[in-house]
């Protein structure tokens, strides 16, 4: 992936970038996306569970 800046632009633009470097990866790098994603989001659960027992 290149090198990630932050931007203002209206989200339709944004979300057309988003699609065209999604399509650029390879499907074992759409794979290890979402496992990231899926990871930290497990990860986020637990830290729920556990901030609001204590």
């Known amino acids: 992936m290149g090198k ?3 931007n ?3 989200p339709t633009v944004k979300e ?4 065209e470097e999604t ?4 499907y074992q790098q759409r794979f290890e996306k979402l496992m990231a994603i899926i990871e930290i989001s497990c ?4 830290v729920k569970k556990y ?3 204590k």
């Open 4 to 6: 990630v800046k932050l």
């Open 8 to 10: 203002h632009e209206h």
């Open 16 to 19: 057309a970038r988003y699609v």
């Open 23 to 26: 399509r650029g990866l390879t």
């Open 43 to 46: 990860l986020l659960k637990a």
């Open 51 to 53: 901030s609001k027992s």
